[in-house]
């Protein structure tokens, strides 16, 4: 079983930034994809950014050139950064990993999600 520990989420101003972390935790041989997603209300859950254990980042549309995504695979942690934040980037923000565990089974998993809230 593998727990995705999310934080850093919080209040802020928009403009303001704020900086979320995941970390894993578990039987965890490698993780191939992490992933953050958010959910506004009424909303369906999105992909904002995701980073392959070869480095290939993706960005949504809606946030090229203000998050920035990294992360620390021998710590199995992944981060997102987020400047110039908006009122519609106000949503919970979910971790994924996706991978393989110690007994080659499929890793996929979701951390609880942490709500991001930018005031006008």
């Known amino acids: 079983q593998v727990l995705l520990v999310e934080s850093g989420g919080g209040l802020v101003q928009a403009g303001g930034s704020l900086t979320l972390s995941c970390a894993a935790s578990g039987s965890i041989y490698s993780i191939h994809v992490w992933g953050w997603y958010r959910q506004a209300p009424g909303k369906e859950r999105e992909l904002v950014a995701d980073i392959t254990s070869g480095g290939v980042i993706s960005y949504a549309d809606s946030v090229k050139g203000r998050f920035t995504i990294s992360r620390d695979s021998a710590k199995n942690i992944v981060a997102l950064q987020m400047n110039s934040l908006k009122p519609e980037d106000t949503a919970v923000y979910y971790c994924?990993?996706?991978?393989?565990?110690?007994?080659?089974?499929?890793?996929?998993?979701w951390g609880q999600g942490t709500q991001v809230t930018v005031s006008s």
């Open positions: 994924r990993a996706q991978g393989f565990g110690d007994s080659g089974n499929r890793i996929g998993s």
